[in-house]
T-cell receptor, first 114, second 109 residues
Framework: DAGITQSPRHKVTETGTPVTLRCHQTENHRYMYWYRQDPGHGLRLIHYSYGVKDTDKGEVSDGYSVSRSKTEDFLLTLESATSSQTSVYFC?????????????FGNGTRLTVT | RKEVEQDPGPFNVPEGATVAFNCTYSNSASQSFFWYRQDCRKEPKLLMSVYSSGNEDGRFTAQLNRASQYISLLIRDSKLSDSATYLCAVTPNTDKLIFGTGTRLQVFP
């Protein structure tokens, strides 16, 4: 299995509080991604990174920010959590960004915003 | 129109049956294609990449039809352990992988 660790695995937080999810990889892959998965919507890309300090938005980036200060770590921050951000969040890594290079996923973080 | 579409199912099949799923994509310039398997409350795991010439891995066969813009997954001799959700994924341009919402398969004894 790809060396990807997400933390925390589960979190319950209140509306309006900031939340940071962490993704750590040991594969030295250039690309890292954050997806959320919800019933009926499947996996939707939030943000991704193609190198240290290089990030770009996905299709559902509103309300989220990311940072990548080291190759191995990619942080997802919800500045002020809302109930609509209750979801399962998956981090993924890829050697070359999806072109002939599949993504490998972490175990996921279950976030509940009350 | 969604970029990647799948029939959500469920497909309920008996053990030993052959079952096929399709996945359509809208961007004709899409370059890479994959099938993932996801078990309940688990992360998606790569099942196989889909090559232009098609490819086979044991009981699983994947095909790409660029003219009609779809990929397919065929599972032969279905096992109970094949019960899962199967996600297709497409790279419409560089860097990003877009996923379908998945097709649920339930194999019964």
């Amino acid at each position: 299995d790809a060396g990807i660790t997400q933390s925390p695995r589960h979190k319950v937080t209140e509306t309006g509080t900031p939340v940071t999810l962490r993704c750590h990889q040991t594969e030295n892959h250039r690309y890292m991604y954050w997806y959320r998965q919800d019933p009926g919507h499947g996996l939707r890309l939030i943000h991704y990174s193609y190198g240290v300090k290089d990030t770009d938005k996905g299709e559902v980036s509103d309300g989220y920010s990311v940072s990548r200060s080291k190759t191995e770590d990619f942080l997802l921050t919800l500045e002020s959590a809302t109930s609509s951000q209750t979801s399962v969040y998956f981090c993924a890594i890829s050697e070359s960004g999806g072109i002939n290079s599949p993504l490998h996923f972490g175990n996921g973080t279950r976030l509940t915003v009350t | 129109r969604k970029e990647v579409e799948q029939d959500p199912g469920p497909f309920n099949v008996p053990e030993g049956a052959t079952v096929a799923f399709n996945c359509t994509y809208s961007n004709s310039a899409s370059q890479s294609f994959f099938w993932y398997r996801q078990d309940c409350r688990k992360e998606p795991k790569l099942l196989m990449s889909v090559y232009s010439s098609g490819n086979e891995d044991g009981r699983f066969t994947a095909q790409l039809n660029r003219a009609s813009q779809y990929i397919s997954l065929l599972i032969r001799d279905s096992k109970l352990s094949d019960s899962a959700t199967y996600l297709c994924a497409v790279t419409p341009n560089t860097d990003k992988l877009i996923f379908g919402t998945g097709t649920r398969l339930q194999v019964f004894p």
